[in-house]
């Protein structure tokens, strides 16, 4: 599955740009929402989901890179959003706010963790989440290059999500393009964030995401039967 990330799409025609990607194929939408504070950079709040709610019929995943989640859950649910990813990294004890996503507000939850993160520290928490989001960048910018370690988080994440939860999924984010989705789906993820490579794309954000469509289930597929 492919979420397109909008923090690379052009501003000026988001509504168009969204449209086009799901017009091709996307699964999602992946809104990168940033304080300043957690990540050193500002990008976009509720009034951007408020705005493409009516636009597109896919769902709309907030990824909470934000010191303080907890104060923009309402705000975000109330504009449309489908599924909140918050960070394990600013939260001592994630539990209560994983239920209350889930339970309270009814939305899909999504655990992230930057690379500096052991994966087994997620491990207590993998039965409480939909989505588990390993970051394969530091989040802050988009455009990065994909850190090769995270092949083999990304491995021992699907190890401990078969044994707590097998149908949560695995998102990667961060320097997904034609070169690195393979090794990720091979390893295991299954829900795969791109920026740059989508609406970067040379030959536009159509063609790179039927692309990398293929190439990640051309991998998933020979992984499974290997
Ligand atoms: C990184 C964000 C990503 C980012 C991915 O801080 O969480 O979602 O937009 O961008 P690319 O695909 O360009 O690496
Ligand atoms: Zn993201």
Redesign the pocket.
């Known amino acids: 599955m492919i979420a397109p ?1 909008i ?2 799409a052009d501003f000026s025609r988001l509504g168009e740009q969204v449209r086009e990607v799901a017009t091709a194929g996307a699964n999602r939408i ?1 809104v ?1 929402v ?1 304080d300043g504070h957690f ?1 050193p950079n500002l990008s976009m709040g509720a009034v951007v989901v408020k705005g493409l709610r009516p636009v597109t019929q896919l769902p709309l995943e907030v ?1 909470l ?1 934000v010191e303080d989640p907890g104060r923009f859950l309402d705000g975000f649910v109330k504009a449309g959003s489908d599924a909140l990813i918050v960070h394990l990294e600013v939260l001592p004890d994630p539990r209560p706010m994983l239920e209350h996503i889930r339970k309270a507000l009814g939305k899909k939850v999504g655990l992230a963790f930057n690379p500096d993160m052991p994966v087994e520290r997620a491990e207590p928490y993998l039965r409480d989440i939909d989505l588990a989001l390993c ?1 394969t ?1 530091f ?6 290059a994909y850190i090769p370690e995270s092949t083999e988080r990304i491995k021992k994440l699907r190890a401990l999500l078969d044994q707590h939860n097998p149908t949560c999924e695995i998102e990667v ?5 034609a070169k690195t989705i393979g090794e990720a789906a091979s390893a295991g993820a299954n829900v795969f ?5 989508v609406f ?1 794309a040379k030959n536009g954000p159509a063609a790179a995401l039927k692309e990398l469509a293929q190439l990640a289930k051309g991998a998933s597929s020979s992984a499974g039967s290997s």
Do not use: E, R
């Open positions: 990330s923090l690379s992946h990168d940033m990540v990824h890179m970051m960048v989040p802050g910018f988009g455009g990065q984010d961060g320097g997904i393009d964030v791109a920026g740059t490579a970067g």
